[in-house]
C-alpha cells in the first residue's frame, strides 16, 4: 500500500465556515476523500494546521505555523512515503504576512526542495504534488480591514504562479480553483461540498502519479 502525505493548512484540517473551531466530519475532509476514493491503494495521512503558512512566520499564534520549520520533523515521522501533496497559501497572502501569491510560491518551492532533499533513513524519495487553493470569495469578513484580507487579488495567481514553480522543481501541479469556491460565510473556508471535491478530483491525478 502506497502512502501519501497531505501537508496543508485549515483547508486541510477540514475547518468549516460555520466558524468557532468547528471542523467537517472525518468522510468529508479532502484528504479523507482522496483515500476512500483510492480504494484501498493508498492511505493519506492529513497533516493539516489551522493558520499554516508556506515558509513565514506567525507569531500571533500559539502553535508553529511556518510550514519550512515543520515538515522536516513530519517527513521522518511518516516515512516511507510515496507522495507528498502540498496545499497552502491562503494564509501567506494576509495582509500581515506577506501579502503576495508570488512569495507563496516561492515557499511552496522550498517546501518541495526539503521534500525533495531530506535524508530519509530509508524508503525512496517521494513525488511532489504542489496544490494551488481555491479563490477567496466577497465576505463581511475578509473585507478591508480585516487582518485576513490580501492587500490585492493576489489569490487569483496562486494558479500562474505555483504551475511555475511546480516546473522549475520537477512536481506535479493542481489547481483547486478549478473545482472548488470558498464559502461566502466567511470567504476563506470550504463548505463539505467543496471540500470533498478537491478529494475527488485530485483521485486521477494521484492514481497516474502513483500507478495505481
Same mark, same amino acid.
Given at each position: ?21 468547528? *471542523?467537517?466530519?472525518?468522510? $468529508? ?12 491503494? !493508498?492511505?493519506?495521512?492529513? %497533516? ?9 512566520? $506567525?507569531?500571533?499564534?500559539? !502553535? ?41 510560491? #516561492?515557499?511552496?518551492? *522550498?517546501? !518541495? ?14 513525488? @511532489?504534488?504542489?496544490? #494551488? ?19 490585492? %487579488? $493576489? ?11 511546480? !516546473? ?6 493542481? $489547481? ?13 473556508? +470550504? ?14 491525478? @494521484?492514481?497516474?502519479? +502513483?500507478?495505481?
Amino acid at each position: 500500500m502506497k502512502t501519501i502525505l497531505a501537508f496543508g493548512d485549515s483547508l486541510t484540517f477540514g475547518y468549516s465556515p460555520e466558524g468557532n473551531g468547528v *471542523r467537517h466530519a472525518y468522510e $468529508d475532509r479532502w484528504p479523507s476523500v482522496l483515500e476512500a476514493r483510492l480504494g484501498g491503494g !493508498a492511505r493519506v495521512i492529513a %497533516e493539516g494546521l489551522n493558520g499554516r503558512t508556506t515558509a513565514f512566520d $506567525d507569531h500571533t499564534a500559539a !502553535a508553529d505555523r511556518n510550514g519550512v520549520r515543520v515538515l522536516p520533523t513530519l517527513l521522518d515521522t511518516h516515512h516511507p512515503l510515496d507522495l507528498v501533496i502540498i496545499m497552502l497559501g491562503s494564509n501567506d497572502i494576509k495582509t500581515f504576512i506577506t501579502g503576495s501569491a508570488f512569495a507563496a510560491a #516561492a515557499g511552496m518551492k *522550498r517546501l !518541495a526542495q526539503i521534500v525533495r532533499t531530506y535524508p530519509y533513513s530509508h524508503g525512496g524519495v517521494p513525488q @511532489v504534488l504542489l496544490v #494551488a487553493p481555491p479563490h477567496l470569495v466577497p465576505s463581511p469578513l475578509n473585507g478591508p480591514p480585516a487582518l485576513v484580507s490580501p492587500r490585492t %487579488e $493576489d489569490d487569483k495567481l496562486f494558479g500562474f504562479y505555483y504551475e511555475r514553480a511546480a !516546473a522549475e522543481i520537477g512536481a506535479h501541479f493542481f $489547481d483547486a480553483a478549478t473545482v472548488a469556491q470558498a464559502d461566502p460565510r466567511d470567504g476563506v473556508h +470550504l463548505d463539505a461540498a467543496n471540500t470533498r471535491a478537491i478529494g475527488e478530483s485530485l483521485t486521477p491525478l @494521484v492514481k497516474q502519479i +502513483l500507478g495505481l
